[in-house]
Structures are given as structure tokens and as C-alpha cells.
């Protein structure tokens, strides 16, 4: 059963404590969105799920593959969107048939044969979603997947992440805009930003 | 195996398709080479008495300035960290990567060398020497460069620094590449040179990977 | 936090040993001094100064130990995460590359007036000049990044990449010289026995003054263990007074990061 928890995670980025002592549990089919202010470390959370970044304190349960988005769109600007998904595909084992899919998913068909530097951030933006198709994991954990998308494509991401929880997967997201997440968990990283542990600690007792 | 070839292609790809960068270092290669008559003297003795030298230190510096191609660029797009989560083990990505560096670095200077040799009036008996050296020297820096090139992803002026650290490194390679070149030219054996070398490459091939892989997997931490 | 509690036990005993390393390490040098500079016979053919070679040799040996104790911190450091590990190869970094400094130009002062230049491709000096940039490297890289705390892990790699070339760089250094020098400028020291292998092994110091006998004179060979002593000593004391400095900038962080004190300490 796909599962991904944490607990008592400390958060330590260079000089400063991001956050501290912050926990969740998600079964298949659950969703996590994070929200907070600029700074308070969404990111580095989604990086400290991903495994990219070790937690200074606590531990994070991981049950299944997890597929992780980050700010950046690693797309080549020699590359075209189809060399580009064939990499990831050779990478993760996937097949011609899923980047078939994927391009298809996220309506990228026409610029398979379109090299990177050509591609609007938006459509760079697509080809990353695509990338995480590709790779078939369980649990998703998207920063900011929305960036630069227009509706349409928002859209289309809030059906992929729907269908996705439906087939039993997590999504983790975090996102400056409205984004459909039906009974979605919410962590807001500001309750955990340091010294706030120890205020929760007082108002319990 | 497919992962390792799949990274290969695209990083030789990635490369072929940026072949003027490619092309800059080669032109380093030459032309750096050419001062030399003008730093010591056109004299055709003194120039092959240095020429077997000057084209390996060459090569070594001209391998080092092209190490920031290893995984820079990975790294300002997010494709570094991609690679680093891939179910791949990250030394294999980073042989493979080396691998390709080798073949669009290593291998051109190779190529290019004989012509430095011409310039430099390398007697004839040491051309056979020289790139036998060189094939079995230049994949060796391309692997220690590999572990410069990840330590010093996110430093401070990252490109000298990696100068800094690679090239007292590189001495070892230098001193059989050169001797052997020596060695043959004044009537002796270099056997024992590249067999040197080729243990060296040897001991590389598995351990550099992995100790670059150390830096580039605390690299991605961003 | 566990992470930061660790080293604290090991700096209380390194500061109670503080007192004690220096009032052993003053009359140590003191007597060496002594020694080396008024009870010992100038050298036969070196004549004074041989008398270098009481500071020569032992930086050279600390030098070389201090990047052992560097890589061996750093290893540990990779291996189990101990801070304490990383701490010491950040502390013995600068002055194992002090002592290397000090060792070349000893060495070049000697050989002004023994080879007649300041500098030969000798392997060993070689040897201690690539040493040099090694330490060079080390600390190049530990300082090059904008949060000190992400120069430690790459900083630890290097070492280690570094004591694994070290005996590769040694060879290969003694390999060339092998080649390069087979009529070197020590034909003359060596007493006209101009043998390659002879000549690679005996230009260092010690190794000449040990020259006309078979080993060094007694008379040399007390300032020289004095001062052994007193060197060892003082490389302890600066590595404590090191290590000080880095564990008090590491709490500073630490406390700059946001751990304060629990609220009954305050």
C-alpha cells in the first residue's frame, strides 16, 4: 500500500532553521497541499521528501517510487520534447508506448519534434509534467507544477493529479494559485517555522 | 546498462549539438601551442626537446577547462537533480557522463596532437608513444576531473577552484605521459610507462565515479 | 540537538591537556634551541647550517602527518557524520599547510648554500610542494562557499581523494626524478658516487648531514628529537586552539540557525 508520513521533521538550510518538528501521514489516494509564505520552506520540504535533502531531525516514511517537480524544467535546449521524454523513459525503464501517452496527456504531441530552446516556459513547463508521467511513480510531489501554465493546462493537471489519486497514487503540491485538490490535506509551513514547536508545547499544557 | 547508454547518448548529443564549444577547446589546444616557438625560440632543437611536454600539459589544461560542461549546465536546469533521484546508481550516470566527455574532449585532442607534434618538431619515433600515452592519460583526467567538477558544484568562482584542486592531481598522469615520450625518444622502452598509466585508469574507472558521485549527490542539496 | 553535543566532551579534555602541552612544549624548545645551536658540532661538509635541519625535519614530518590527521578526520567524518571529525581536518588544514610552508622555505634557504640555488626539482622537495598545493586545494575549497557549513562534505572528499593520490604522486614524482636527474647537481654531495637511485634517495637534509657516518652523530641527533618533541607539541596546541575557534564558530551558527537555549535555562 503506497503510504508516505512524517514525523518530528527539522528542517536545517544552511544558517537557518526552516522548520521544525512537522509531521503528516498520507494513504493512497491522499493529497497534501502546502501552503505558507515565501521562505517558510515548502520547498525545502518537497526536497526533503524527494530524498535531496536530508532532514536535520525526524524521519519521513516512504512506501512506493516518488517522482518530484522542482522549480527548475530541465529541458535541453538542444533536445526535442520526444529526445527529452525518451531519456527519462531509458532512465526509468518506461517504454515508446508511455511517452506516447504522456505527450498526448499533456497535449504535447504536435512539439515532439520541437527543440527545447524553441519552447515557451509554459510548454517547458508541460514537457517537465511529462517527465513525471513517464516515470510512472506512486507518489508525486510537484512544486509549484503550475507555473507559467495557462488555464487550460492547469486544468489538465488538476484531471492528471485527480486520476492519479484515483488509481490509488499520493500528490504532494504546493501552489500560489487555485488549484482543484478535493479533501486534500492542508499544512500550512508557517505552524512549524522555528519556535512556534515550543508555543504549540504551551498552549497544549 | 540501458541507463548508462541512454545517458551516454544524450550527453554526447547534448555535446555534438553544441559542437562550437567543442571546437573552443581545440582551438585552446592549438593555439596556446603556437606561442610556445615564440616563448623559447623557433630553434627546431629546443621546440622537440619541450614538444612532448608542452602538448601534454596542454591537453591536461584543456581537459580542465572543459570540465565545467560535466555537470554545470545539469545543474542550473534541475536535470542534475533528476539524474541524482533516478533509480540508476549515480556513479553509473557519472561514468557514463565522463564517458562522453571523454569522447568529445579527450579523443579530439588525441586527433588534434600529431599537428601540435608537426608544429613543435616532435621527432618522428615519438608520435607512436605520445597518443598511445595520451589515450590511456586523457580518460583518467576526464575521471578525476569528474571528481573536481562535483566538489565544486555551488562554490565561489567554481572554474579556478577546480584548477586549484584537479591539477596537482593531474601530476602523476603528466610525468608517465612525458617520460614515456622521453623514454622512447632516447632509445629506451616505455612499457613500464603505460602500464603505469593503464593502472592508474584502471584504480579511476572505479573509484572516481564514486567519489564524484559523493560531491554531486551533496551538490544537488542546493 | 545531538548533532551539536557531540564534540563538547572531546574539547573539555582537550582544553584541561592545553596547560600541561605548553609547559611541556617551552623547555622542549628551549633545549632544542640549545642544543641545536650551541652544543652541536657544525656539520663536516654543511658546516652551520645543517643546524636548518632542526626545524627542517621536524615540520617536514608534521606537515606531512598533519594531512594524515586531516584525512583521517575527514573520513570518519564521511563514514559516521561525526561533526568532531570534520572539525579536526577544518583545524588541522591551515596549520599543516603553515608547517609545510616552513618546510620549503627552510629547505630552499638551505639549499642555497649547500646546491648553490634556492630550488631543485628534487623528489622530495616535489614531493612537499604538490603536499603543499593539496593543503592549497583543501582549504580553497572548504572557504568557497557562501554558507561555511556547505564547504565541509566536499572539503572531506577532498582529503580523501587526496591521501589515495598522495602515494600515486610520491611515486610518480620519484619516478621522474629518477629519469630527469641522472646527473644531478648532488653528484658533488654525494661525494662523486653520482648513482641515480643513491641521489634520488639522499638530497634531503638529514639524509646528507647523516652522510659521513652511518648514521646521524649523537650530538646532532638530541636537539634533533628535542626538537621533534617540541614541534609535535606545539602542532597539538595550535590544532587545540584551532579546533576552539571552529567549535565555537559552529555553536555560533547554531545558535544564529535558531536553537536557543529551552526555556528553563534562560
Not at chain 1, 153 to 167: C, D, G, Q
Not at chain 2, 83 to 100: F, G, M, N, Q, W
Not at chain 2, 200 to 209: D, F, K, N, V
Not at chain 3, 144 to 152: E, K, S, T, V
Amino acid at each position: 500500500m503506497t503510504r508516505l508520513a512524517a514525523s518530528h521533521l527539522t528542517c536545517l538550510r544552511g544558517a537557518r532553521l526552516v522548520f521544525e518538528d512537522l509531521g503528516f501521514d498520507l494513504a493512497g489516494g491522499g493529497a497534501l497541499l502546502l501552503t505558507g509564505p515565501n521562505g517558510s520552506g515548502k520547498s525545502s520540504l518537497m526536497r526533503v521528501l524527494a530524498g535531496l535533502l536530508e532532514p536535520f531531525d525526524g524521519s519521513v516514511d516512504l512506501d512506493g517510487t516518488a517522482a518530484y517537480i522542482g522549480h527548475h524544467d530541465p529541458v535541453k535546449p538542444t533536445l526535442t520534447v520526444r529526445e527529452s521524454l525518451d531519456f527519462w523513459a531509458a532512465l526509468y525503464g518506461a517504454d515508446a508506448s508511455d511517452v506516447d501517452a504522456a505527450l498526448d496527456q499533456l497535449a504535447l504531441t504536435d512539439l515532439a519534434p520541437i527543440q527545447g530552446r524553441l519552447l515557451s516556459s509554459g510548454q517547458r513547463r508541460r514537457l517537465t509534467l511529462g517527465r513525471l508521467l513517464v516515470q510512472g511513480a506512486e507518489i508525486w510531489l510537484m512544486d509549484e507544477p503550475t507555473v507559467g501554465l495557462d488555464t487550460a493546462a492547469v486544468k489538465r493537471v488538476e484531471s492528471l493529479v485527480a486520476a492519479h489519486r484515483a488509481a490509488g497514487g499520493i500528490v504532494v503540491l504546493s501552489t500560489h494559485i487555485e488549484f482543484a485538490l478535493p479533501g486534500a490535506q492542508t499544512l500550512d509551513l508557517g505552524d512549524f517555522a522555528p519556535g512556534r514547536a515550543v508555543d504549540r508545547a504551551g498552549e497544549a499544557a | 546498462m540501458t541507463a548508462f547508454l541512454a545517458v551516454l547518448t544524450r550527453d554526447l548529443r547534448l555535446a555534438l549539438r553544441q559542437s562550437a564549444d567543442l571546437a573552443l577547446v581545440l582551438g585552446f589546444f592549438v593555439i596556446a601551442a603556437s606561442l610556445f616557438p615564440f616563448g623559447v625560440g623557433p630553434s627546431p632543437e629546443i621546440l622537440a626537446r619541450i614538444a612532448p611536454g608542452v602538448i601534454w600539459v596542454l591537453a591536461l589544461l584543456a581537459v580542465m577547462l572543459s570540465l565545467d560542461r560535466l555537470f554545470q549546465q545539469d545543474l542550473a536546469d534541475g536535470s542534475l537533480e533528476q539524474l541524482a533521484l533516478a533509480p540508476v546508481p549515480l556513479s553509473i550516470t557519472i561514468l557514463a557522463k565522463v564517458a562522453a566527455h571523454w569522447l568529445t574532449t579527450g579523443l579530439p585532442l588525441i586527433a588534434v596532437a600529431p599537428v601540435i607534434g608537426i608544429l613543435l618538431n616532435l621527432p618522428p619515433d615519438g608520435y607512436v608513444t605520445l597518443l598511445v600515452g595520451l589515450a590511456l592519460g586523457t580518460p583518467t583526467l576526464s575521471l578525476i576531473g569528474a571528481v573536481g567538477a562535483g566538489l565544486t558544484l555551488g562554490a565561489r568562482r567554481a572554474g579556478l577552484l577546480i584548477a586549484l584542486l584537479v591539477l596537482p592531481l593531474y601530476i602523476p598522469i603528466l610525468i608517465f605521459g612525458v617520460t614515456a615520450v622521453d623514454a622512447v625518444l632516447t632509445g629506451f622502452d616505455a612499457r613500464a610507462h603505460f602500464l603505469y598509466l593503464a593502472a592508474i585508469l584502471a584504480a579511476a574507472i572505479p573509484l572516481a565515479p564514486l567519489a564524484a558521485a559523493a560531491a554531486v549527490r551533496h551538490g544537488v542539496e542546493g | 540537538m545531538h548533532r551539536f553535543a557531540n564534540p563538547s566532551r572531546f574539547m573539555r579534555v582537550a582544553d584541561a591537556l592545553l596547560p600541561w602541552m605548553i609547559a611541556l612544549c617551552l623547555p622542549l624548545f628551549a633545549a632544542g634551541l640549545y642544543y641545536g645551536l650551541y652544543q652541536s658540532p657544525a656539520d663536516f661538509q654543511q658546516s652551520e647550517t645543517v643546524r636548518v635541519m632542526y626545524i627542517h625535519v621536524p615540520t617536514a614530518f608534521l606537515a606531512q602527518a598533519a594531512y594524515v590527521v586531516m584525512a583521517l578526520g575527514s573520513a570518519s567524518f564521511l563514514i559516521w557524520k561525526h561533526p568532531l571529525g570534520d572539525l579536526i581536518a577544518r583545524s588541522a588544514a591551515p596549520v599543516g599547510a603553515v608547517f609545510c610552508f616552513v618546510c620549503l622555505v627552510t629547505g630552499s634557504l638551505w639549499g642555497k648554500p649547500t646546491w648553490g640555488t634556492y630550488w631543485v626539482w628534487d623528489a622530495r622537495l616535489t614531493s612537499m610542494l604538490i603536499l603543499q598545493f593539496l593543503f592549497f586545494g583543501y582549504l580553497a575549497l572548504a572557504n568557497a562557499f557562501d554558507d561555511p557549513a556547505r564547504g565541509d562534505k566536499p572539503a572531506a572528499i577532498l582529503a580523501v581523494v587526496g591521501i589515495v593520490n598522495i602515494p600515486i604522486i610520491k611515486f610518480s614524482v620519484y619516478f621522474f626524478n629518477t629519469l630527469h636527474q641522472q646527473s644531478t647537481l648532488f653528484g658533488d654531495l654525494m661525494g662523486g658516487s653520482g648513482d641515480a637511485a643513491k641521489s634520488v634517495n639522499q638530497p634531503d637534509i638529514a639524509a646528507a648531514a647523516a652522510e659521513q657516518g652511518s648514521a646521524l652523530a649523537p650530538e646532532m641527533l638530541l636537539p634533533l628529537m628535542l626538537m621533534f618533541g617540541a614541534f609535535s607539541l606545539f602542532f597539538l596546541i595550535l590544532l587545540v586552539l584551532r579546533l576552539r575557534g571552529e567549535w565555537a564558530s559552529v555553536r555560533l551558527r547554531a545558535l544564529r540557525a535558531g536553537f536557543r537555549p529551552a526555556p528553563e535555562e534562560v
